[in-house]
Protein backbone atom coordinates (compact mmCIF):
# COMPACT_ATOMS: atom_id res chain seq x y z
CA UNK A 1 0.00 0.00 0.00
CA UNK A 2 2.25 2.80 -0.68
CA UNK A 3 0.41 6.39 -0.57
CA UNK A 4 0.69 8.92 -3.30
CA UNK A 5 0.45 12.93 -3.90
CA UNK A 6 -0.60 14.43 -6.59
CA UNK A 7 -0.56 18.60 -7.36
CA UNK A 8 -2.68 18.84 -10.33
CA UNK A 9 -0.65 22.41 -11.37
CA UNK A 10 2.91 22.67 -11.98
CA UNK A 11 2.90 25.02 -9.44
CA UNK A 12 1.91 23.35 -6.83
CA UNK A 13 4.39 20.45 -7.65
CA UNK A 14 7.16 22.57 -7.44
CA UNK A 15 6.44 24.31 -4.26
CA UNK A 16 6.54 20.74 -2.73
CA UNK A 17 8.95 19.04 -5.11
CA UNK A 18 12.03 19.20 -3.29
CA UNK A 19 10.10 19.18 0.38
CA UNK A 20 8.38 15.89 0.76
CA UNK A 21 9.72 12.13 0.94
CA UNK A 22 6.52 10.84 -0.32
CA UNK A 23 6.49 10.28 -4.10
CA UNK A 24 4.61 13.35 -5.97
CA UNK A 25 3.29 13.07 -9.01
CA UNK A 26 1.45 15.93 -11.22
CA UNK A 27 -1.62 15.17 -12.85
CA UNK A 28 -2.68 17.88 -14.73
CA UNK A 29 -6.64 17.95 -15.04
CA UNK A 30 -7.26 16.67 -18.62
CA UNK A 31 -5.56 13.19 -18.29
CA UNK A 32 -6.59 13.17 -14.00
CA UNK A 33 -8.34 9.18 -13.57
CA UNK A 34 -9.88 8.01 -9.91
CA UNK A 35 -7.27 6.50 -7.81
CA UNK A 36 -7.65 3.84 -5.12
CA UNK A 37 -5.88 3.32 -1.97
CA UNK A 38 -3.84 6.44 -0.10
CA UNK A 39 -3.97 8.88 -2.42
CA UNK A 40 -3.23 12.97 -0.80
CA UNK A 41 -4.38 15.81 -3.29
CA UNK A 42 -2.39 19.08 -2.36
CA UNK A 43 -3.28 22.13 -3.88
CA UNK A 44 -4.80 25.20 -3.85
CA UNK A 45 -8.43 26.13 -3.89
CA UNK A 46 -11.24 29.11 -3.78
CA UNK A 47 -12.98 29.76 -0.56
CA UNK A 48 -16.71 29.97 -0.63
CA UNK A 49 -17.78 31.84 2.25
CA UNK A 50 -15.44 35.24 3.62
CA UNK A 51 -14.88 33.63 7.55
CA UNK A 52 -11.92 31.74 5.50
CA UNK A 53 -8.63 34.08 4.26
CA UNK A 54 -6.51 33.56 2.14
CA UNK A 55 -3.33 31.09 3.60
CA UNK A 56 -6.32 28.84 5.39
CA UNK A 57 -6.08 25.12 4.77
CA UNK A 58 -9.06 23.41 3.77
CA UNK A 59 -9.07 19.47 4.54
CA UNK A 60 -12.36 18.08 2.59
CA UNK A 61 -14.44 15.84 4.86
CA UNK A 62 -15.88 14.86 1.46
CA UNK A 63 -15.25 15.35 -2.30
CA UNK A 64 -18.29 16.48 -4.39
CA UNK A 65 -18.51 16.46 -8.14
CA UNK A 66 -20.33 19.19 -9.92
CA UNK A 67 -18.56 18.67 -13.26
CA UNK A 68 -20.38 17.61 -16.32
CA UNK A 69 -19.72 14.49 -18.36
CA UNK A 70 -17.85 13.57 -20.40
CA UNK A 71 -15.10 14.53 -17.82
CA UNK A 72 -17.21 13.34 -14.62
CA UNK A 73 -19.96 11.66 -12.94
CA UNK A 74 -22.21 15.07 -11.81
CA UNK A 75 -23.38 14.57 -8.77
CA UNK A 76 -20.58 11.75 -7.28
CA UNK A 77 -19.53 12.17 -3.67
CA UNK A 78 -16.89 10.90 -2.22
CA UNK A 79 -16.00 10.55 1.61
CA UNK A 80 -12.31 11.81 3.07
CA UNK A 81 -12.43 9.47 5.79
CA UNK A 82 -8.36 10.52 7.40
CA UNK A 83 -9.27 14.32 6.80
CA UNK A 84 -9.68 14.91 10.81
CA UNK A 85 -6.06 13.00 11.36
CA UNK A 86 -4.67 15.28 8.33
CA UNK A 87 -6.59 18.63 10.02
CA UNK A 88 -5.00 17.63 13.75
CA UNK A 89 -1.54 17.27 11.80
CA UNK A 90 -1.19 20.58 10.21
CA UNK A 91 -3.11 22.90 12.85
CA UNK A 92 0.04 21.38 15.42
CA UNK A 93 1.99 23.29 12.65
CA UNK A 94 0.47 26.57 13.35
CA UNK A 95 -2.00 26.55 10.42
CA UNK A 96 -5.60 27.51 10.18
CA UNK A 97 -7.27 24.59 9.22
CA UNK A 98 -10.93 24.47 8.37
CA UNK A 99 -12.97 20.96 7.30
CA UNK A 100 -15.69 20.31 5.06
CA UNK A 101 -16.62 19.37 1.75
CA UNK A 102 -15.34 20.81 -1.37
CA UNK A 103 -16.73 20.88 -4.33
CA UNK A 104 -15.29 20.39 -7.88
CA UNK A 105 -16.46 22.12 -10.98
CA UNK A 106 -15.29 22.08 -14.59
CA UNK A 107 -14.61 25.65 -14.57
CA UNK A 108 -13.08 28.41 -12.76
CA UNK A 109 -16.09 29.91 -10.54
CA UNK A 110 -15.16 33.34 -9.18
CA UNK A 111 -17.71 35.50 -9.19
CA UNK A 112 -19.95 36.32 -5.85
CA UNK A 113 -22.72 34.34 -7.67
CA UNK A 114 -21.27 31.46 -7.97
CA UNK A 115 -19.74 31.44 -4.40
CA UNK A 116 -22.70 31.94 -2.80
CA UNK A 117 -24.63 29.26 -5.06
CA UNK A 118 -22.17 26.48 -3.65
CA UNK A 119 -21.87 27.67 -0.09
CA UNK A 120 -25.68 27.19 -0.14
CA UNK A 121 -25.21 23.52 -0.68
CA UNK A 122 -23.21 23.58 2.53
CA UNK A 123 -19.61 23.33 0.92
CA UNK A 124 -16.87 25.78 1.98
CA UNK A 125 -14.15 25.49 -1.00
CA UNK A 126 -14.40 24.97 -4.21
CA UNK A 127 -11.21 23.34 -7.13
CA UNK A 128 -11.05 21.99 -10.37
CA UNK A 129 -9.47 18.48 -10.01
CA UNK A 130 -9.91 16.82 -6.36
CA UNK A 131 -12.79 14.56 -8.07
CA UNK A 132 -11.47 13.86 -10.96
CA UNK A 133 -8.45 11.94 -8.93
CA UNK A 134 -10.37 10.55 -5.65
CA UNK A 135 -11.04 6.64 -5.14
CA UNK A 136 -13.94 5.89 -3.82
CA UNK A 137 -12.53 3.77 -1.08
CA UNK A 138 -12.88 6.91 1.34
CA UNK A 139 -8.93 6.75 1.28
CA UNK A 140 -8.04 10.49 -0.11
CA UNK A 141 -7.01 13.04 1.55
CA UNK A 142 -7.60 16.69 0.05
CA UNK A 143 -5.07 19.50 1.48
CA UNK A 144 -5.89 22.66 -0.28
CA UNK A 145 -4.24 26.48 0.60
CA UNK A 146 -6.73 29.42 -0.16
CA UNK A 147 -6.47 32.00 -2.44
CA UNK A 148 -9.12 33.54 -3.42
CA UNK A 149 -12.79 34.14 -1.47
CA UNK A 150 -15.44 35.72 -2.23
CA UNK A 151 -14.84 39.23 -0.74
CA UNK A 152 -10.80 38.62 -2.88
CA UNK A 153 -11.89 36.87 -6.08
CA UNK A 154 -9.10 35.43 -8.26
CA UNK A 155 -9.88 38.88 -10.44
CA UNK A 156 -8.53 41.37 -8.14
CA UNK A 157 -5.23 43.08 -7.14
CA UNK A 158 -3.40 41.33 -5.59
CA UNK A 159 -4.08 38.15 -6.68
CA UNK A 160 -0.64 37.16 -7.91
CA UNK A 161 0.93 37.82 -4.07
CA UNK A 162 -1.58 35.90 -2.74
CA UNK A 163 -0.94 33.25 -4.93
CA UNK A 164 2.97 33.11 -4.40
CA UNK A 165 1.57 33.26 -0.76
CA UNK A 166 -0.22 30.27 -0.52
CA UNK A 167 2.43 28.36 -2.58
CA UNK A 168 4.61 29.05 0.35
CA UNK A 169 2.12 27.76 2.50
CA UNK A 170 1.79 24.79 0.65
CA UNK A 171 5.59 23.94 1.18
CA UNK A 172 4.84 24.37 4.85
CA UNK A 173 2.63 21.54 4.48
CA UNK A 174 4.99 19.20 3.68
CA UNK A 175 6.09 17.75 7.34
CA UNK A 176 2.63 17.06 7.86
CA UNK A 177 1.77 14.98 4.12
CA UNK A 178 4.95 13.15 5.25
CA UNK A 179 3.33 12.13 8.76
CA UNK A 180 0.21 11.34 6.64
CA UNK A 181 2.40 9.30 4.55
CA UNK A 182 3.94 7.20 6.86
CA UNK A 183 1.26 6.59 9.16
CA UNK A 184 -0.52 4.48 5.93
CA UNK A 185 -1.37 1.27 6.54
CA UNK A 186 -3.80 -1.81 7.55
CA UNK A 187 -4.56 -2.42 10.66
CA UNK A 188 -5.91 -4.32 13.70
CA UNK A 189 -8.31 -2.41 16.08
CA UNK A 190 -8.67 -3.89 19.35
CA UNK A 191 -11.83 -2.20 21.21
CA UNK A 192 -12.13 -2.25 25.21
CA UNK A 193 -15.21 -3.22 26.63
CA UNK A 194 -16.81 -1.74 28.29
CA UNK A 195 -15.98 1.86 27.28
CA UNK A 196 -17.51 5.62 27.13
CA UNK A 197 -20.26 6.68 29.13
CA UNK A 198 -20.98 5.21 32.50
CA UNK A 199 -24.88 5.54 34.13
CA UNK A 200 -23.82 8.37 36.11
CA UNK A 201 -22.75 10.59 33.20
CA UNK A 202 -25.61 9.44 31.07
CA UNK A 203 -27.98 10.57 33.93
CA UNK A 204 -26.11 14.09 34.06
CA UNK A 205 -26.01 14.69 30.43
CA UNK A 206 -29.82 13.78 30.07
CA UNK A 207 -31.24 15.60 33.56
CA UNK A 208 -29.69 19.39 31.40
CA UNK A 209 -31.36 18.02 28.44
CA UNK A 210 -34.59 17.67 30.02
CA UNK A 211 -34.20 20.75 31.85
CA UNK A 212 -33.48 22.35 28.35
CA UNK A 213 -36.49 20.58 26.92
CA UNK A 214 -39.21 21.10 29.66
CA UNK A 215 -37.92 24.64 31.15
CA UNK A 216 -36.34 26.12 28.22
CA UNK A 217 -32.70 27.99 27.47
CA UNK A 218 -31.03 28.67 29.03
CA UNK A 219 -30.04 26.29 31.73
CA UNK A 220 -27.24 27.44 33.83
CA UNK A 221 -24.96 24.69 34.60
CA UNK A 222 -22.55 24.82 37.32
CA UNK A 223 -18.92 23.78 36.08
CA UNK A 224 -18.80 20.83 33.05
CA UNK A 225 -22.07 18.62 33.67
CA UNK A 226 -19.22 15.61 33.19
CA UNK A 227 -15.42 16.45 31.96
CA UNK A 228 -15.60 16.23 28.28
CA UNK A 229 -15.29 19.27 25.83
CA UNK A 230 -17.47 17.51 23.32
CA UNK A 231 -20.51 17.10 25.80
CA UNK A 232 -20.11 20.98 27.19
CA UNK A 233 -19.76 22.04 23.42
CA UNK A 234 -22.91 19.91 22.54
CA UNK A 235 -25.09 20.85 25.23
CA UNK A 236 -23.72 24.15 24.94
CA UNK A 237 -25.32 24.70 21.23
CA UNK A 238 -28.36 23.73 22.85
CA UNK A 239 -29.23 26.39 25.11
CA UNK A 240 -27.02 25.20 28.32
CA UNK A 241 -25.01 27.80 30.06
CA UNK A 242 -21.73 26.66 31.96
CA UNK A 243 -20.71 28.79 34.72
CA UNK A 244 -17.67 28.80 37.36
CA UNK A 245 -19.85 30.08 40.42
CA UNK A 246 -23.09 30.78 41.08
CA UNK A 247 -22.42 34.16 41.20
CA UNK A 248 -22.96 34.42 37.48
CA UNK A 249 -26.12 32.85 37.75
CA UNK A 250 -29.08 35.44 37.55
CA UNK A 251 -30.89 35.36 40.70
CA UNK A 252 -33.90 32.49 40.64
CA UNK A 253 -32.24 30.93 37.44
CA UNK A 254 -32.37 27.46 36.98
CA UNK A 255 -29.44 25.70 37.60
CA UNK A 256 -27.92 22.23 37.47
CA UNK A 257 -25.16 20.81 39.81
CA UNK A 258 -22.63 18.87 37.77
CA UNK A 259 -22.29 14.90 38.48
CA UNK A 260 -18.72 15.23 40.40
CA UNK A 261 -20.70 16.87 43.59
CA UNK A 262 -20.71 19.87 45.03
CA UNK A 263 -19.73 21.01 48.53
CA UNK A 264 -22.63 21.94 51.02
CA UNK A 265 -21.61 26.04 50.59
CA UNK A 266 -22.59 25.42 47.25
CA UNK A 267 -25.67 24.81 48.02
CA UNK A 268 -26.47 27.30 50.50
CA UNK A 269 -25.21 29.76 47.87
CA UNK A 270 -27.88 28.82 45.45
CA UNK A 271 -30.31 28.84 48.20
CA UNK A 272 -29.46 32.60 49.00
CA UNK A 273 -29.74 33.63 45.30
CA UNK A 274 -32.83 31.91 44.98
CA UNK A 275 -31.92 29.31 42.61
CA UNK A 276 -33.99 26.80 41.30
CA UNK A 277 -31.26 23.71 41.54
CA UNK A 278 -31.60 20.96 39.89
CA UNK A 279 -28.69 18.28 40.98
CA UNK A 280 -27.27 16.10 38.56
CA UNK A 281 -24.72 14.83 40.96
CA UNK A 282 -23.98 10.86 41.14
CA UNK A 283 -25.46 9.04 43.25
CA UNK A 284 -22.40 6.75 44.02
CA UNK A 285 -20.67 10.51 44.86
CA UNK A 286 -23.35 11.24 47.12
CA UNK A 287 -22.34 7.45 48.51
CA UNK A 288 -19.24 8.99 49.29
CA UNK A 289 -20.49 12.55 50.82
CA UNK A 290 -22.51 10.51 52.96
CA UNK A 291 -19.69 8.49 54.07
CA UNK A 292 -18.19 11.88 55.67
CA UNK A 293 -21.16 13.15 57.04
CA UNK A 294 -21.48 9.93 59.12
CA UNK A 295 -17.64 9.79 60.15
CA UNK A 296 -17.80 13.59 61.04
CA UNK A 297 -21.11 13.29 63.00
CA UNK A 298 -19.24 10.25 65.21
CA UNK A 299 -16.06 13.19 65.54
CA UNK A 300 -13.82 10.50 63.59
CA UNK A 301 -10.98 11.71 61.11
CA UNK A 302 -11.74 10.55 57.68
CA UNK A 303 -8.78 9.86 55.42
CA UNK A 304 -9.72 10.95 51.83
CA UNK A 305 -7.73 8.49 49.29
CA UNK A 306 -7.66 11.61 46.41
CA UNK A 307 -6.21 14.04 44.09
CA UNK A 308 -6.58 17.49 46.32
CA UNK A 309 -7.74 19.64 43.27
CA UNK A 310 -10.15 17.19 41.70
CA UNK A 311 -13.60 18.91 41.69
CA UNK A 312 -15.31 15.54 43.45
CA UNK A 313 -12.47 15.48 46.09
CA UNK A 314 -13.14 19.10 46.71
CA UNK A 315 -16.70 18.75 47.04
CA UNK A 316 -16.45 15.65 49.15
CA UNK A 317 -13.95 17.73 51.61
CA UNK A 318 -16.57 20.26 51.96
CA UNK A 319 -19.12 18.29 53.43
CA UNK A 320 -16.45 18.23 56.90
CA UNK A 321 -13.34 19.95 56.24
CA UNK A 322 -12.64 20.02 59.75
CA UNK A 323 -12.26 16.13 59.78
CA UNK A 324 -10.61 15.46 56.48
CA UNK A 325 -7.49 14.73 55.66
CA UNK A 326 -6.13 13.97 51.87
CA UNK A 327 -4.25 11.56 50.65
CA UNK A 328 -3.18 11.11 47.14
CA UNK A 329 -0.65 8.08 47.32
CA UNK A 330 0.93 5.10 49.17
CA UNK A 331 3.75 7.71 50.10
CA UNK A 332 1.48 10.29 51.64
CA UNK A 333 -0.72 7.58 53.63
CA UNK A 334 3.10 6.34 55.09
CA UNK A 335 3.12 9.91 56.42
CA UNK A 336 0.06 10.84 57.46
CA UNK A 337 -0.46 12.26 60.96
CA UNK A 338 -3.58 11.32 62.82
CA UNK A 339 -5.07 13.34 65.81
CA UNK A 340 -6.47 10.31 67.34
CA UNK A 341 -5.42 7.08 65.55
CA UNK A 342 -8.33 5.32 67.29
CA UNK A 343 -11.31 7.25 65.63
CA UNK A 344 -9.74 7.12 62.20
CA UNK A 345 -11.74 5.84 58.70
CA UNK A 346 -11.45 6.26 54.97
CA UNK A 347 -13.05 6.76 51.95
CA UNK A 348 -11.82 7.43 48.16
CA UNK A 349 -12.40 9.26 45.14
CA UNK A 350 -14.60 7.24 42.96
CA UNK A 351 -12.29 7.64 40.07
CA UNK A 352 -9.01 6.53 40.93
CA UNK A 353 -6.60 3.95 39.84
CA UNK A 354 -8.05 0.57 41.49
CA UNK A 355 -4.47 -0.63 42.15
CA UNK A 356 -2.64 2.21 43.66
CA UNK A 357 -5.72 3.24 45.99
CA UNK A 358 -5.72 -0.43 47.26
CA UNK A 359 -2.28 -0.11 47.81
CA UNK A 360 -2.41 3.52 49.65
CA UNK A 361 -5.44 1.91 51.70
CA UNK A 362 -3.30 -1.09 52.83
CA UNK A 363 -0.73 1.28 54.16
CA UNK A 364 -3.43 2.76 56.29
CA UNK A 365 -4.77 -0.39 57.49
CA UNK A 366 -1.11 -1.10 58.43
CA UNK A 367 -0.35 1.79 60.22
CA UNK A 368 -3.90 2.13 61.75
CA UNK A 369 -5.21 -1.04 62.95
CA UNK A 370 -8.42 0.62 64.09
CA UNK A 371 -8.86 2.25 60.40
CA UNK A 372 -12.85 1.45 59.61
CA UNK A 373 -13.58 1.91 55.87
CA UNK A 374 -16.75 1.57 53.33
CA UNK A 375 -18.70 -1.40 53.28
CA UNK A 376 -18.14 -1.45 49.44
CA UNK A 377 -15.40 0.25 47.59
CA UNK A 378 -15.66 3.59 46.85
CA UNK A 379 -13.70 3.33 43.32
CA UNK A 380 -17.08 2.76 41.46
CA UNK A 381 -18.01 0.23 39.10
CA UNK A 382 -17.16 1.87 36.05
CA UNK A 383 -14.25 2.55 36.86
CA UNK A 384 -13.20 -0.47 38.13
CA UNK A 385 -14.53 -1.96 35.05
CA UNK A 386 -12.74 0.47 32.06
CA UNK A 387 -9.63 -0.30 33.96
CA UNK A 388 -10.06 -3.75 33.71
CA UNK A 389 -11.34 -3.56 30.19
CA UNK A 390 -8.16 -1.69 28.98
CA UNK A 391 -5.42 -3.91 30.98
CA UNK A 392 -7.11 -6.35 28.69
CA UNK A 393 -6.46 -4.83 25.44
CA UNK A 394 -2.98 -3.18 26.03
CA UNK A 395 -1.23 -6.53 26.78
CA UNK A 396 -2.27 -7.69 23.05
CA UNK A 397 -1.74 -3.86 21.26
CA UNK A 398 1.38 -1.94 20.38
CA UNK A 399 0.00 1.36 21.25
CA UNK A 400 -3.78 1.95 23.28
CA UNK A 401 -5.85 5.40 22.34
CA UNK A 402 -7.80 6.81 25.19
CA UNK A 403 -10.28 9.01 24.30
CA UNK A 404 -11.32 11.53 26.97
CA UNK A 405 -10.55 14.76 28.21
CA UNK A 406 -7.50 15.88 29.55
CA UNK A 407 -9.61 16.67 33.01
CA UNK A 408 -11.17 13.89 33.10
CA UNK A 409 -9.47 11.47 36.47
CA UNK A 410 -11.09 8.51 34.78
CA UNK A 411 -9.90 8.59 31.18
CA UNK A 412 -6.23 9.83 32.37
CA UNK A 413 -6.31 6.73 35.00
CA UNK A 414 -7.16 4.35 31.51
CA UNK A 415 -3.90 5.82 29.59
CA UNK A 416 -1.27 5.32 33.04
CA UNK A 417 -2.96 1.53 33.63
CA UNK A 418 -2.40 0.32 29.49
CA UNK A 419 1.01 2.55 30.54
CA UNK A 420 1.22 0.50 33.54
CA UNK A 421 0.96 -2.91 31.58
CA UNK A 422 3.81 -1.69 29.15
CA UNK A 423 2.23 -0.36 26.22
CA UNK A 424 2.22 3.24 24.77
CA UNK A 425 -0.62 4.91 25.58
CA UNK A 426 -2.08 8.52 24.55
CA UNK A 427 -4.89 10.04 25.76
CA UNK A 428 -7.01 12.13 23.31
CA UNK A 429 -10.07 14.39 23.03
CA UNK A 430 -10.87 12.93 19.39
CA UNK A 431 -9.16 11.73 16.71
CA UNK A 432 -7.91 15.21 15.79
CA UNK A 433 -5.97 15.65 18.44
CA UNK A 434 -3.95 11.73 17.36
CA UNK A 435 -0.26 12.68 16.24
CA UNK A 436 -0.04 10.55 13.27
CA UNK A 437 3.83 9.80 13.99
CA UNK A 438 2.45 7.37 17.04
CA UNK A 439 0.29 5.30 14.21
CA UNK A 440 3.17 4.36 12.41
CA UNK A 441 4.49 1.39 13.08
CA UNK A 442 1.58 0.66 15.29
CA UNK A 443 -0.21 -2.49 13.44
CA UNK A 444 -2.44 -3.25 16.31
CA UNK A 445 -4.31 -0.69 18.15
CA UNK A 446 -5.97 -0.78 21.48
CA UNK A 447 -8.76 1.68 21.94
CA UNK A 448 -11.42 2.70 24.71
CA UNK A 449 -12.93 5.69 25.81
CA UNK A 450 -13.35 7.11 29.51
CA UNK A 451 -16.52 7.08 31.33
CA UNK A 452 -17.47 10.76 30.08
CA UNK A 453 -16.48 10.37 26.45
CA UNK A 454 -19.36 9.24 23.41
CA UNK A 455 -19.45 6.67 22.32
CA UNK A 456 -19.56 8.30 19.03
CA UNK A 457 -15.96 9.39 18.99
CA UNK A 458 -15.01 5.69 19.11
CA UNK A 459 -16.78 5.10 15.92
CA UNK A 460 -15.64 8.60 14.18
CA UNK A 461 -11.63 7.20 15.15
CA UNK A 462 -12.53 3.75 14.01
CA UNK A 463 -13.43 5.97 10.36
CA UNK A 464 -10.66 7.94 10.25
CA UNK A 465 -8.20 5.23 11.07
CA UNK A 466 -9.49 3.34 7.84
CA UNK A 467 -8.99 6.70 6.13
CA UNK A 468 -5.20 5.13 6.53
CA UNK A 469 -6.00 1.26 5.35
CA UNK A 470 -8.18 -0.91 5.60
CA UNK A 471 -9.25 -2.07 9.39
CA UNK A 472 -10.36 -5.30 11.13
CA UNK A 473 -12.46 -4.24 14.53
CA UNK A 474 -12.74 -6.97 17.09
CA UNK A 475 -14.28 -6.25 20.90
CA UNK A 476 -12.17 -7.61 24.16
CA UNK A 477 -13.38 -8.02 27.42
CA UNK A 478 -16.82 -7.99 29.38
CA UNK A 479 -18.99 -5.42 27.82
CA UNK A 480 -22.60 -5.49 29.53
CA UNK A 481 -23.04 -3.26 32.65
CA UNK A 482 -26.84 -2.94 33.53
CA UNK A 483 -26.10 0.14 35.93
CA UNK A 484 -28.74 2.90 35.25
CA UNK A 485 -29.90 5.71 37.75
CA UNK A 486 -33.06 7.25 38.34
CA UNK A 487 -33.22 10.87 36.62
CA UNK A 488 -33.92 14.03 39.43
CA UNK A 489 -37.38 14.43 40.15
CA UNK A 490 -37.20 17.62 39.07
CA UNK A 491 -36.92 16.16 35.14
CA UNK A 492 -38.66 12.86 35.57
CA UNK A 493 -41.43 14.02 37.11
CA UNK A 494 -45.04 14.51 34.96
FE1 LIG B 1 -20.65 7.98 38.81
FE2 LIG B 1 -18.55 6.40 38.47
FE3 LIG B 1 -19.65 7.57 36.39
FE4 LIG B 1 -18.29 9.04 38.17
S1 LIG B 1 -17.46 7.46 36.82
S2 LIG B 1 -20.25 9.54 37.23
S3 LIG B 1 -18.82 7.94 40.04
S4 LIG B 1 -20.63 6.04 37.71
Redesign the pocket.
Given at each position: MTPVVYTPLYAEYFALRDKLTTPLIRTGRSRARPTQGPTLIAGVAGALTNDIAPGDIIVATEIRHLSRPPQGEAGRVVACFGAALAAGELRRLGMTVHLGPIVTTDHVVDSAEGRAMLAATGAIAVDTESALLAGDDGRTVVVRVVVDTPALPLRRVGMPARGVKALARLRRTAPAIDAWAKAVGGRELVLAAPRSF????ER?IETVERALERFGAPVYVRRQI?HNRHVVNDLERRGAVFVDELDAVPEGSLVVLA??GVAPAVRRQADERHLRVIDAT????AKVHHEVRRYAARDTTVVLIGHPDHE?VIGTIGEAPEHVIIVSNPADAETVHIPDPAKVGYAMQ??LAVEEAAETAAVLRRRFPALTGPRTDDI????SNRQAGVREIAEQSDLVIVLGSQNSS?SKRLAEVAEAAGTRAVLVDDAGELELDLLAGAQRIGITAG??APPELVDNLIRCLSGLGPVSVTEDGTPTED?RFALPKEVSQP
Amino acid sequence: MTPVVYTPLYAEYFALRDKLTTPLIRTGRSRARPTQGPTLIAGVAGALTNDIAPGDIIVATEIRHLSRPPQGEAGRVVACFGAALAAGELRRLGMTVHLGPIVTTDHVVDSAEGRAMLAATGAIAVDTESALLAGDDGRTVVVRVVVDTPALPLRRVGMPARGVKALARLRRTAPAIDAWAKAVGGRELVLAAPRSFCAGVERAIETVERALERFGAPVYVRRQIVHNRHVVNDLERRGAVFVDELDAVPEGSLVVLAAHGVAPAVRRQADERHLRVIDATCPLVAKVHHEVRRYAARDTTVVLIGHPDHEEVIGTIGEAPEHVIIVSNPADAETVHIPDPAKVGYAMQTTLAVEEAAETAAVLRRRFPALTGPRTDDICYATSNRQAGVREIAEQSDLVIVLGSQNSSNSKRLAEVAEAAGTRAVLVDDAGELELDLLAGAQRIGITAGASAPPELVDNLIRCLSGLGPVSVTEDGTPTEDVRFALPKEVSQP
